[in-house]
């Protein structure tokens, strides 16, 4: 703005005359707000003063301790009410410096202080939730997926990678609470956060991730077609994507192929063998022990006896 009025100057110029000018007079108050407020999160805190009654901020204290507190009110005299948190720290500051004041927990701290609660509730009953009966379910509705899609061995071994870490990592949180470790020093020394290392500390056994339903697919309003065509005996996936993507489908093939799998009666003649046998050999003309190859496999072993035949300097084909 000022460069736009011919005045162009400095960002801290303007700061440094913001700061000269003196701060306004404010009415003392009678209901006072008392918090804590980040200069850097999770490392250096103040204490943030507020006016409940005109909803302004009268002061920033350099700290949260209750000496600084106590000094602060000690010079403003007549709060009535003090609206805090659940800080011994404050508490015995406002005790100190206004002690004919009346201290209360505000709705906000009393609703998070329910929720933390209930949190570390169920993270300590987590396991024997998990054992409990399931609710039983509610009658069907629209045609919807039931479980989600298979997962390959890909993703099962990462999954297993990962619950193995975390089981680690609990187990030595575990470890360290035994032997007497506050739970901050073990956040600082495991690089964890203090949210895990308490949600660990309070865990009465390894809390496992839950499983949940599948949410919505593409593929949903299409599943009364599928689950007709396969109950007419069609186990074609591309057949059935060709069918579906003539009737709106956007998905792709593999979707259908994934929600095809566990349901098939046969196996696809496009399923690969099982890793680990001998290719069998050729059988010889007029040989009638040899076993018997299937279309596919003589196709292959034909195909590799004309590329051994070219790598030897053959030249028919």
């Not at 054992?131 to 997962?151: D, E, N, V, Y």
């Not at 187990?171 to 895990?196: F, H, K, N, Y």
């Not at 309003?221 to 579906?244: I, K, Q, V």
């Not at 292959?300 to 030249?315: D, K, N």
Request: glycine share 8%; net charge positive; proline share 9%.
């Amino acid at each position: 703005m000022l460069q736009q009025i011919g005045m162009p100057t400095s960002g801290d110029t303007v700061l440094r005359l913001v700061r000269r000018l003196p701060l306004p007079r404010c009415q003392a108050p009678h209901v006072l707000g008392v918090d804590d407020w980040a200069r850097r999160k999770g490392q250096t805190y103040g204490t943030i003063l507020v006016d409940l009654e005109r909803h302004r901020v009268i002061d920033l204290l350099p700290d949260r301790s209750a000496p600084t507190l106590t000094d602060w009110l000690r010079r403003h005299r007549g709060i009535r009410i003090v609206a805090r948190d659940r800080s011994t720290e404050y508490a015995r500051g406002i005790g100190l410096g206004a002690p004919r004041a009346v201290q209360v927990a505000d709705r906000w701290h009393l609703l998070l202080n329910l929720r933390q609660m209930a949190e570390r509730w169920l993270a300590g009953v987590h396991g024997r939730l998990r054992r409990l009966p399931p609710i039983p379910r509610r009658p069907p509705g629209p045609a919807r997926r039931t479980s989600a899609f298979p997962r390959s061995q890909a993703e099962r071994a990462a999954s297993a990678d990962s619950r193995a870490r975390w089981k680690a990592l609990y187990d030595e949180v575990r470890r360290r609470i035994a032997a007497g470790e506050p739970l901050l020093t073990i956040s600082r020394r495991m690089r964890l956060a203090r949210g895990t290392v308490r949600k660990f500390a309070d865990a009465e056994s390894f809390p496992e991730r839950a499983v949940r339903p599948p949410g919505p697919s593409i593929l949903d309003p299409y599943l009364d077609h599928l689950e007709a065509r396969l109950a007419t005996g069609c186990e074609n996936a591309m057949a059935l994507w060709r069918e579906l993507r003539d009737r709106g489908f956007r998905g792709t093939a593999r979707q259908v192929h994934r929600w095809l799998g566990p349901r098939r009666t046969t196996r696809s003649k496009h399923t690969p063998q099982r890793a680990g046998g001998a290719l069998p050999a050729a059988p010889s003309p007029g040989d009638d022990s040899a076993p018997a190859l299937p279309p596919y496999g003589r196709e292959v072993v034909r195909r590799l006896e004309m590329i051994s035949h070219f790598q030897r300097g053959g030249t028919e084909g």
